[in-house]
């Protein structure tokens, strides 16, 4: 049977998701057909919401062109600007809001984005079914470390975070969606993700503890699940976890 020989190279982060000894280099793969080059692409093990530009032949195309023997094809992450004559960006169009919605695996990391002022969607029960069918329906940003969550033809925005520790992974996608002049910190619930507003004290005080109610004056209170938040003992650890955030933009 003969085979289709492809050659690929693929560039910067999208290096992440292959072998070593394919990562920055041209590489043959063989296909046993023509097939379209998104197939190709995530059958190496690319999600299609990374890419932002494929060129087959120094030509620029999108995802439903077809590619067979003798073809080589370069892919690029929105990472590399790269000049291109009528470029074919399969990049969807960008986001008037960013929303984002995270797999269970990332509880953490969706607790700092909502202290950080950012809509984000998580439950520990979510399945991959769920959360492609939110991020479709609701134009929201799936944030996961499951490749085939992101494979998924509902999925068109999407992002699989590299790093495993919690804090660098905020940083990560703040630089990933270029968000660190977007944060308003202190807006959300870290419980539900409901939008907080002040309160006064004489409104909640039947639910303040005993001291909270002695020492404290300013109170917010989630317009969803009605928990209350106030500048206690733990806001000081708060504002420095934002100032080290904040000046995190060249680091890691």
Known sequence: MLMERVYFQFHAELNDFLPPVKRRVWFVHQLPQKVAVKDAIEALGIPHPEVD?????????????????GDRVSVYPISVKVEVTSPSRVRPPQLAQIQFVLDIHLGKLATYLRLLGFDTLYQNDYEDEELAKISSRENRIVLTKDRGLLKRSIVIYGYCVRQQDPFK???????????????????????????????TKKEIGDRLPPKTREFYDRFSICQDCAQIYWQGAHFTRIQNFITRIQTSMTKF
């Open 53 to 69: 530009l494929i060129l087959v032949n120094g030509e620029s195309v999108d995802f439903s062109d077809l590619i067979g023997d």
């Open 169 to 199: 992974q905020v940083v990560e996608v703040l630089r990933r969606f270029d968000l660190f002049n977007a944060i308003a910190p202190l807006q959300r619930c870290l419980r539900c993700n409901g939008l907080l507003q002040s309160v």
